[in-house]
């Protein structure tokens, strides 16, 4: 049953990205982006007990100057597990305030995401279910439609780890967009 659920998931988490990125093209005059992360994640489970582990993933959607929204595909391998999701992610960008000539700027971000995350832990069963959580950072735009982004993203899955209930996982990651 829980492989049903994730599919469905995965499948109302895709349509939902579509449609919200068609209307938004209609609307407004947005770029899009693809891109690549990588990060360090942390999860935590119990009242004190947490792992940590490399990740990594690709990112897809749509940007203007004052927001944009965007799917994220991600990896995380977590000592004895691995930790998959895929989340739609709204955020709004401020103005590029720190200007330091007309090709670099640096500008803050402060979003939400909502998604799909299952959890494989190695000779156990894996479990899956809804997450949703927030991130910020920072954005340094760069000439010939180049970003990095420095961030921060925690979450809270609906899922168990082990027999116990996972309470979060924290995500520090550096990414690479590329604007067209």
């Known amino acids: 049953m829980k492989t049903t659920l994730g599919s469905f998931f995965s499948k109302k988490i895709l349509l939902s990205f579509l449609l919200t990125a068609g209307?938004?093209?209609q609307a407004e005059d947005f770029d899009s982006f693809i891109g690549l992360q990588v990060g360090s994640t942390n999860l935590q489970y119990e009242e004190s007990n947490s792992q940590s582990g490399g990740s990594y993933g690709i990112r897809l959607?749509?940007?203007k100057d004052t927001g944009r929204v965007y799917l994220t595909g991600e990896t995380a391998s977590i000592d004895d597990a691995d930790l998959n999701s895929i989340t739609v992610n709204f955020d709004?960008?401020?103005p590029r305030a720190y200007k330091f000539n007309d090709s670099f700027?640096?500008?803050g971000f402060v979003g939400v995401h909502g998604g799909y995350v299952e959890i494989k832990p190695d000779n156990l069963v894996k479990d899956d279910g809804?997450?949703?959580g927030g991130q910020a950072?920072?954005?340094?735009?760069f000439p010939a439609n180049i970003t990095l982004e420095?961030?921060?993203?925690?979450?809270?899955p609906a899922i168990d780890y082990a027999n116990e209930t996972v309470k979060n996982y924290q995500n520090a990651y550096l990414a690479f967009d590329f604007v067209f």
């Open 61 to 63: 959607g749509f940007i």
């Open 23 to 25: 209307v938004l093209l």
């Open 105 to 107: 700027s640096i500008r």
């Open 137 to 141: 950072g920072i954005l340094l735009d």
């Open 150 to 156: 420095i961030g921060y993203k925690a979450s809270w």
């Open 92 to 94: 709004a960008i401020t």
């Open 130 to 132: 809804a997450v949703g």
